[in-house]
């Protein structure tokens, strides 16, 4: 058979019909190859420059991937028409004098600055005052607890009292130090060894290491009914915000899964992200209300629960497609969604939900500008062959297909006011973890992270239901835990 590899160019003329047609047929075959290697390298170069252009801002990257080299910083937001500063029914921290103070230190004035005389007898005719807030210096108090020893006339048995379950020990730390030590370690973050360095300074003796991992363990079996009444409000909820992360445990990569809302959090930790993991929280099998979370496809195996989706995902995606495809409908719909917001957020109470024209009328813009990103984001005509799912798509047509499956859940806030935009809430509860992680690496055993999980579930409820979190920690190791309170009617 004659191809273009084997002939001559000063053959060509001693070709017969049907050499040429075979010459032919083989040019044809060649120029179809090559458009293939073509359209399959233009489609890599396009996927690297799609990776490249993703940053924390237009994708849901975290900003620490975002390296040295930082984006320019590009809100989402919207200005607000609020002035800057503290707003009206703000509750300052400004310092104020109190009408009793506990000491008075007084300042008399002996000579006259003019003249220098003596005014040492001189009645004084009024006071100026100022008053400094400060702390008394600190030191660990020691309380001896003596129990009577008696010898009874009755049974001739030498016999004694009994001790507070609390103190147990011959010498130990009391509940209030050790709730200082969780708090350090745990709500702030503060390694074990920082720790005792701190308490030293503070006090002049500090519990060892292992004191602050002993002092952890037994306030995560203290506060299992406050976590058990966090669950079952959750699962009783409106609204619930979920979400998960990677998390470093045991030297390899598990889940952090969280479930909150504005007065509630619960965390846990799996070695799966999926629904196995989510249902070792105990709370998705049984929500019966409404899922806010991202795409992540494992949130919809619960058929039972209503699926919201966090709209600050879209916004991000959209503007991806808008810096690197350059298509306009992308920018319409993120503002269409920011519209919707401000005049959801404008609506007066009692309002649940926009008026059903409002409704009807966004209903509409957002079919219309979901069209145009069909029209200008076309399926592939001749998709490559893959061995398993989906064949492989552009971005902007994998979102277009999402928002148009999901449009419900996509529009939930403008439907039902307890919806939120977004699922910031969640996101903000899992970043306080990651600290945690950047903080100490990782977590050396399961059951320290299920320890500090149970605290920090307990700590960040607390502090969202207005508790002094040393105060909550302190009345769990008295056997007294906080219970959050169920939300106003």
């Not at 003249?115 to 009645?123: A, N």
């Not at 147990?168 to 209030?176: D, I, K, N, V």
């Not at 920690?473 to 959050?484: E, Q, R, S, W």
Request: hydrophobic share 35%; glycine share 6%.
């Amino acid at each position: 058979m004659v191809t273009l590899e084997t002939v001559d160019r000063k053959q060509l003329n001693k070709l017969d019909k049907q050499s040429l047609i075979e010459l032919l047929l083989s040019g044809l075959a060649r120029i179809d190859e090559l458009e293939r290697v073509v359209a399959n390298q233009t489609a890599i170069i396009h996927q690297l420059q799609d990776q490249l252009s993703k940053n924390s801002s237009n994708s849901s990257k975290p900003p620490s991937s975002d390296g040295l080299k930082k984006p320019k910083t590009r809100s989402l937001r919207q200005k607000g028409k609020r002035p800057l500063g503290g707003q009206p029914g703000h509750k300052g921290n400004t310092l104020k004098m109190v009408a009793e103070p506990d000491y008075v230190e007084p300042h008399p004035l002996l000579h006259c600055p003019h003249c220098q005389t003596d005014l040492s007898e001189i009645e004084a005719v009024g006071h100026e005052k100022r008053q400094v807030f400060d702390i008394p210096p600190v030191r660990l108090e020691v309380t001896e607890h003596q129990v009577e020893v008696k010898q009874c006339p009755g049974c001739g048995q030498q016999v004694k009292g009994a001790f507070p379950p609390e103190v147990s020990q011959p010498t130990q730390y009391g509940s209030r130090l050790k709730a200082q030590t969780s708090y350090l370690n745990v709500y702030h973050f503060i390694p074990l060894a920082r720790t005792e360095e701190l308490l030293t300074d503070f006090y002049g003796q500090a519990p060892a290491e292992a004191v602050v991992i002993q002092a952890n363990d037994d306030l995560a079996e203290k506060v299992k009914p406050s976590l058990d009444s966090v669950r079952q409000q959750l699962i009783h909820a409106a609204a619930v915000h979920f979400d998960e992360s990677g998390l470093r445990v045991e030297n390899e990569l598990q889940w952090l899964h969280v479930a909150s809302t504005t007065g509630l959090t619960h965390y846990h930790v799996h070695r799966k992200r999926g629904q196995e993991g989510m249902d070792a929280g105990g709370i998705l099998p049984e929500f019966n209300g409404k899922a806010v979370h991202d795409h992540f496809s494992a949130y919809l195996q619960f058929d039972n629960s209503q699926h919201c989706f966090c709209n600050a995902h879209h916004l991000r995606e959209l503007q991806f497609v808008t810096e690197q495809y350059q298509q306009s409908w992308a920018t319409e719909l993120a503002q269409l969604l920011l519209t919707i917001k401000a005049e959801v957020v404008a609506t007066p109470e009692p309002a649940m939900s926009l008026p059903t024209d409002r409704l009807a009328y966004y209903e509409i813009e957002y079919d219309k500008l979901i069209c145009q990103g069909l029209a200008a984001n076309p399926p592939p005509i001749n998709p490559p062959l893959q061995k398993r799912g989906r064949p492989k798509q552009s971005p902007p047509k994998n979102l277009l297909d999402r928002l148009v499956k999901h449009k419900s859940g996509v529009l939930a806030f403008m439907y039902d006011f307890a919806v939120p935009f977004d699922n910031n809430l969640a996101e903000r509860d899992v970043r306080m973890v990651k600290v945690k992680q950047k903080v100490s690496g990782a977590f050396r055993t399961k059951n320290g992270a299920d320890t500090f999980c149970a605290l920090r579930s307990y700590i960040s409820t607390a502090r969202k239901q207005g508790q002094n979190v040393i105060e909550a920690l302190h009345d769990a190791f008295l056997g007294n835990p906080f219970i959050p309170s169920l939300p106003e009617a």
